[in-house]
C-alpha cells in the first residue's frame, strides 16, 4: 500500500510542510503513519468536538502520539457545541480552525483521510438527494483551501484496505460509535447499499472515481462555453441584471448559464436556488409574456421586464400619501425629494420639472397611482395610467418607483418622472408660474 500511495500521491514528496487533520479514527491514523514513512515535515490538527464522552480522551492520546513522534500538535476544542445543524456546524468549525492554523504555521498543503468510500457513499447521497452536476461530482482529490490547497491521498484505496493496513501494522485507532449508528443516511447507506454494489462489481470504487472525474471535466468544459455570457452579467451594487442577448437560445445551455449565475452571485444573495427553481424558471423562460417575477426566497426575486433579467430584492410599493404647497419640499421613501417654488426662485437641484399655472388649485397630493387613474395628454386624448406604462414599456420596478400628483380638485397633473399632463404649463413662458421640483437622490 505504501508503495502505491506514494505513487498516486507525488505532492506529498514535493511540498515542505503538511498538515494532517486527525480523528484518530482508522483512515486518519493509517495516513498518518503512511507520512511517518518519509522524511517529510508534517504537522497534526485536530479538532475535540465534544459531541461523545470519548472524545476527551482521543484528543489525550492524539498529544501524547505526536509528542512521543515529535510532531507539532494543534487541538481546538468546541467549547460550546452546537444544538441545530451540528454536522454542518462542526464542519465549518474545523475547517475555519484548519486554514487559521495553515496561515498561522505556513502549511503549504492541508490532508484529510477521505478514501473510496466515502467517495462512493458521497456520490449516491448527493444522487438521492438530487443536486446540480457538479454537485453529484462526489469528493474532489484536490482543490484549492485558504492560502494553499486541500488534498485527500486515500482515494484511491478501499476502507478494506485501510483496515488490512491498520492490521498488519498493529496500528492503535479508536472507532466512532455513532458510525453504527442507523440514524444517520451516510450510515445506512455505507451499510445497506455499499456491500451490495461492492458484491455486484468489486470495481465500482474505480468506477465511482472515474465517474466523479468525467463530472468534473463535464463541469469544467460547460463552464468555459459558458464564460462569455457569464461576462456580460452586471452587478450595480445592488442587484445582478443581463439583457436577452446574453441567455443562451438552447435549453440546455441555459440551465448551466443560470446554474452558474446564481452560484456567481451567492456570496452576495446567500442563498442558494434549488432544482426545483430552476426547472421552474426554464418553463417560465418559453412564455411570451414580456414582463414577470418569480419569488427565490430570502426575499430575492427574478424578474423580466422586457429585454432585461434581473436578480434584485423584493421592494414592497410606499403607499404614503403627501400634500405639498408653496415653498414646500418633501423626502419621499425612494430617496427622492419633491418641492414647489415659484419660477422667479432658483432651483436647489436639477432634475425633472412639472410647470403649472399660478391659478393651480393647491395643496398639492403626492402619492401612488391608484386603479382608474387618468392623465390628460392633450384636449382630446386622456389616457390611463396603467395603459400609458404598458405603451411605453416602462419596466415594473419603474411604475412602482412613479408618483402621481393631483391638484386640490384630484385632477392629476403629471406622473413623475415620465409625463405631465395637459393641465401643466409650456416652459417657455415668461410669466411668473408654479414649479414642480422631482429629483432623484444620486447614489454616493
Known sequence: MEQVFFQDNPELLTKKKLLLAVSTGVDSMVLLHLLEQQNIQIGVVHVDHQLRPESKKEA???????????????????????????????????????????????????LTAHHGDDQLETLLMRLVRGGSLIGHSGIARQQSFGAGSLLRPLLSFSKEEIYAYAKKEQLTYFEDATNASAAYFRNRIRQNVVPELKKENPQILLHAQQFHQQLTWADQLIAQSLKENLRKVVFDGRRWFFTEETLPEDLGARYYFLAAFFQQ????????????????????????????????????QFVRRYQRFYLELKVSADEGVFHLTENEQILLPNAASISLRKSDVPAKKN??????????????????????????????????????????????????????????????????PFVNSYLSIATETDRIHYILDYALQVAK
Open 60 to 110: 489525550a492520546f492524539l498529544q501524547n502520539y505526536c509528542r512521543n513522534h515529535q510532531l507539532p500538535f494543534y487541538l481546538k476544542v468546541w467549547e460550546q457545541p452546537a444544538k441545530e445543524n451540528i454536522e454542518a456546524e462542526a464542519r465549518k468549525l474545523r475547517y475555519a480552525f484548519f486554514e487559521k492554523i495553515m496561515v498561522q504555521e505556513n502549511y503549504e498543503l492541508l
Open 351 to 416: 432634475g425633472y420639472q412639472v410647470p403649472l399655472p399660478l391659478t393651480i388649485k393647491l395643496p398639492l397630493t403626492v402619492r401612488k397611482r391608484a386603479a382608474g387613474d387618468r392623465i390628460a395628454l392633450s384636449k382630446t386624448l386622456t389616457k390611463r395610467i396603467g395603459r400609458y406604462f404598458i405603451d411605453r414599456k416602462i419596466p415594473t420596478d419603474a411604475r412602482e418607483d412613479a408618483w402621481v400628483v393631483t391638484d386640490a380638485t384630484d385632477e392629476v397633473v403629471a406622473l413623475l
Open 265 to 300: 452571485a451567492a456570496p452576495q444573495t446567500k442563498f442558494a436556488v434549488s432544482q426545483k427553481q430552476l426547472f421552474s424558471l426554464l418553463e417560465q423562460l418559453q412564455r411570451t409574456s414580456s414582463q414577470w417575477a418569480v419569488d427565490l426566497g430570502e426575499n430575492w
